[in-house]
Nanobody, 125 residues
Framework: EVQLAESGGGLVQPGGSLRLSCVGS????????MSWFRQGPGKAREEVAC????????YYSDSVKGRFTISRDNAENTLYLQMNRLKPEDMAMYYC??????????????????WGQGTQVTVSS
């Protein structure tokens, strides 16, 4: 029932910016932990950003901290990932993910209960 749809991926030069969007359906984003994962070629899946259900705190992996910002627009039921100063190593498929209250995916202790299909981010000059 919980469905997520990502968009906003594309080609960007190193140092550039992109904003990814994730629209939730059949659930209320403000009542869920929401996160962004990525899977680069030949790399393990990595959680890069997460926001807790009430939006009071957000978390970032060391690899993106200071460059990426996770946010959500509750009125639009949409999660965002603003990516700045992109690097070639940021190239990956980016996935939106969600879990209900009680399952803190921001901690890394739980797997998300729902995933989007992904949007490709390519960083190349």
């Amino acid at each position: 029932e919980v469905q997520l749809a990502e968009s906003g991926g594309g080609l960007v030069q190193p140092g550039g910016s992109l904003r990814l969007s994730c629209v939730g359906s059949s659930f209320t984003v403000s009542e869920y932990y929401m996160s962004w994962f990525r899977q680069g070629p030949g790399k393990a899946r990595e959680e890069v950003a997460c926001i807790i259900w009430h939006g009071g705190y957000s978390y970032y992996s060391d690899s993106v901290k200071g460059r990426f910002t996770i946010s959500r627009d509750n009125a639009e039921n949409t999660l965002y990932l603003q990516m700045n100063r992109l690097k070639p190593e940021d190239m990956a498929m980016y996935y939106c993910a969600a879990s209900p209250r009680g399952y803190d995916i921001c901690s890394g202790r739980f797997e998300p209960s729902a995933w989007g299909q992904g949007t490709q981010v390519t960083v190349s000059s």
